[in-house]
């Protein structure tokens, strides 16, 4: 069964480092998202990519972050300079037409 | 943000009985309704879904219900096993609005 895949599945950076955040979702979807999960707290919206572009972004994600999908089937994350509160589990996810997401297994970001 | 809640965050059930997870949500505009699991170190998995078209949708043991008065939907799981036992996650989209509110999420365990 296809599946949504992130890379790394854990990475540590120092306060301040730029680090890109790596997912490959389902080849014949047409919407990607990233969200993100803090210890203890809700899965959070950060973004909305279709058509290549944009098409909707929620408050967390400020000018520190930014998504691109370089070559039609990478979609990767930046978050440009980190501070201690992007640690998180980041979700990569996907979808057709209709509005199930298929999720990443996530990459666990950890910020020192 | 609390358009979505769970309460009771976690639930403990013997295995074969029924497993009822609740969901409110506070924004009218939402018409489309989704349950995810999420094991441990894994994304969450689609289950099941209802649009707001509908007060019921069943899956073999899953079973959503929708009542929109009162902006309640709840998930039954009939008969319950121990590979149920994860973490519950309601979630729910407005038609045009490309994202997902997510609730906090219940914790379920299925005693064997």
């Known amino acids: 069964e296809p599946e949504v895949t992130q890379t790394p599945s854990h990475q540590v950076t120092q306060m301040g480092q730029e680090v890109i955040l790596r997912c490959v979702p389902i080849?014949?979807?047409?919407?990607f998202y990233w969200y993100r999960q803090i210890l203890g707290q809700k899965v959070e919206f950060l973004v909305s990519?279709?058509?290549?572009?944009?098409?909707?972004k929620s408050e967390i994600f400020d000018d520190q972050f930014s998504v691109e999908r370089p070559d039609g089937s990478n979609f990767t994350l930046k978050i440009r300079s980190t501070k201690l509160e992007d640690s998180a589990m980041y979700f990569c996810?996907?979808?057709?037409?209709?509005?199930?997401?298929?999720f990443g297994s996530g990459t666990q970001l950890s910020v020192l | 943000d609390q358009q979505v809640k769970q309460n009771s965050p976690s639930l403990s059930v013997q295995e074969g009985r029924i497993s009822i997870l609740n969901c409110d949500y506070t924004?009218?505009?939402?018409?489309?309704f989704l349950w995810y699991k999420k094991y441990p170190a894994e994304g969450p998995t689609f289950l099941i879904s209802?649009?707001?078209?509908?007060d019921k949708n069943e899956d073999g043991r899953f079973t959503v219900f929708l009542n929109k008065s009162a902006k309640h939907l709840s998930l039954h799981i009939v008969p319950s096993q121990p590979g149920d036992s994860a973490v519950y996650f309601c979630?729910?989209?407005?038609?045009?609005?490309?994202?997902?509110?997510f609730g906090k999420g219940n914790q379920v365990v299925v005693i064997p």
């Open positions: 924004n009218s505009m939402f018409d489309y």
């Open positions: 209802i649009s707001s078209i509908k």
């Open positions: 979630a729910a989209s407005a038609l045009g609005n490309n994202r997902l509110a």
């Open positions: 996810a996907s979808r057709p037409r209709d509005e199930k997401l298929f």
């Open positions: 080849s014949n979807h047409l919407y």
């Open positions: 990519f279709y058509n290549n572009e944009i098409s909707e």
